[in-house]
C-alpha cells in the first residue's frame, strides 16, 4: 500500500502512530497492554481447552466441565465463586458467578457477561488452527469471548487494579436456549445486575465497526381460529360462512400489512388447518386433516413477535388483538402472548459506556465504534439485565459463521478484544487513573 512512500516517511509515520497511542493510555494501562500481550500465548491454549469439551445448551455435565475451568481460575484471581444449579426438570447446567466486591468500590461495580453453552454438540468440531482461521463448536460464539473476559481480569489483576473494585462474572449455562418459565433461569442475573452499575456482554463482535447498546425482546403467540364445519358449496355463503382457513388467513394478512416497517416484526411460523387439528409442543409439530368438500373448522398458527420495549411491544399486541377481533362470518379467534424475553431499549446511559469503549478501542490504536442497529440481531443474555443499568454487547471476538457447524474464529481478532476489554473494565473501576 505504502510502495509509493520513502522508507523514512513512513518510519516517522509509525513512529508518530504509536507517539499518539502512548499518550493516551496512562502508565496503568501501558502495563496492562504488556500484561495481555505476553499471555496471548496462554490465552490461546486455554480456548483450546474449553472449545474441546462439548457443551452444547442440553449437554449439563459439559455446561459444568467448562463452568468449573472458569471457576477455577477466576478462584485464582481472588474471585468468590459459586454454582447456581437449575431445577431438574429444566434440563439445564446452571450458571457460574464470580465475584469481588469492595466495601467501597473506587468507579463502577462491572458486571461481565458469558455463556458456557454452544448450539451445537461440538462432536466433529474440534479445535482446529490452520492459521488463518479456528474452527471449532462455539470458539466464537461464545467461548472466545468468555476468554477475553478471563485474560482482561488476568492482566487487571497482575497491575493490581482489583484492588478496591467490585466485579462479577456471570457466566449462563443456557443462553442459546434459555431454560423456561425465564422468570426462574435469569432470576440469579438479574438479582446481580441490581447489585452493578454497568454491564458488559462478550457476545461475538459485529462487523462494521459497531457495538450493540440495544436489542429487541420476544414474545411468542399463538392464534386459535374456529370455523363452522360445513359444506364447501356454501363457503363464503351465509349458510357456512367463511371457515377456519379464510379466517386465519384474513387475520394473518392483517399482521403482514400492519408489521412490514419499522422496529417490530412479527413471524407466523407454523400453520395448521382443516377440519382438525393437533400440536405438539415439545416437538414443535403438528398434524391436520380436512376434505376439499369441507369448510375448514380449525386453524392454529405459533409465531413470535419482537419489539425494543414494553411501550412499543404492547402497542403491537393491541393492534394484533384488534386485527383478529374483527371475524368474518360464522368464525371466531383467540389470540394469546407469552413474553418470554424483555427489550432491552438504547438509553442514554448505554450510549456513554460505547462512548468509553470507542475511546479505548482509539487509544488502543483500533477502529473507531459506533451503535449497532438494535434490530440487526437476535436477543442475548443482555436482554435481560439491560432495563437495570447501562450496558453494552458485542466485545467478543470477530470470526464467522455464527451458530452454523463451520463456525470460525479470526484468531488475530483475540489479542485486540482481550487488549479492548482490559482497558474498559480499567477504566470503569478506576475512572481517575
Ligand atoms: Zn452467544
Redesign the pocket.
Known sequence: MHHNLPGVVLASLLAAAQASRAQTLSPAEKRLVQSVEARLGEEMAALEKVVNVDSGTFNTEGVREVGRFFEKELQALGFKTRWIPMPEAMHRGGHLVAERVAAKPSGKRVLLIG?LDTVFEGQGHRFQNDGAVIRGAGVM??KGGDVVILFALKALESAGMLEGATVRVFLTGD??NPGLPTSESRRDIVAVAKESDVAISF?PDTPGGTIVVGRRGLSTWSLDVTGAQGHSAYVLRPRSGAGAVYEASRILDGFRGAFSAGNVTVNPGLVLGGTDVAYDTTKSAGTSAGKYNVVSKAVTVKGDLRALDEPEREAAKARMREIAAANLPKTSAKLEFDDIVPGWPITEGNRSVLKTIDTVSRALGQPPLTEADPVSRGF?DSNFVGGLLSAADGLGVKGDGIHSPGESLDPKSLGPATLRAALLIGRLLHPAN
Request: hydrophobic content about 15%.
Open positions: 455463556h460464539d461464545m443462553e442459546e457476545e442475548g
